[in-house]
């Protein structure tokens, strides 16, 4: 059974950067798609970038420019590197992996929260 465990977050400063990385626990097919998602209070949970194995990448409008998603198979491990931030991107990110058209298909980890604000 796969796990996932998201670490990285903090509080940062407007303007300020963060890395965040997520590890994939047992076994992850190589075709199998990795992706951040973000949830702010009240909001629901958005999709914010996503990476195939072969590391096609996509991302959200509001972070195109200003994230970045990588990943290191041998690892199963995914990251966020995120700069430029506002505090519209105060949230709890979460990882998750599963196809290109739907990268969450397993039970959601506890998330790491990140908070920007001066």
């Known amino acids: 059974q796969v796990q996932l465990v998201e670490s990285g977050g903090g509080l940062v400063q407007p303007g300020g950067s963060l890395r965040l990385s997520c590890s994939a626990s047992?076994?992850?097919?190589?075709?199998?798609?990795m992706a951040w998602f973000r949830q702010a209070p009240g909001n629901e949970r958005e999709l914010v970038a996503r990476?195939?194995?072969?590391?096609?990448?996509a991302y959200a409008d509001s972070v195109k420019g200003r994230f970045t998603i990588s990943r290191d198979n041998a690892k199963n491990t995914v990251y966020l590197q995120m700069n430029s931030l506002t505090p519209e991107d105060t949230a709890v990110y979460y990882c998750?992996?599963?196809?290109?058209?739907?990268?969450?298909?397993?039970?959601w980890g506890q998330g790491t929260q990140v908070t920007v604000s001066s």
């Open positions: 990476i195939t194995y072969g590391e096609t990448s």
């Open positions: 047992g076994v992850v097919n190589r075709v199998v798609a």
């Open positions: 998750n992996v599963g196809s290109w058209s739907q990268p969450s298909i397993l039970p």
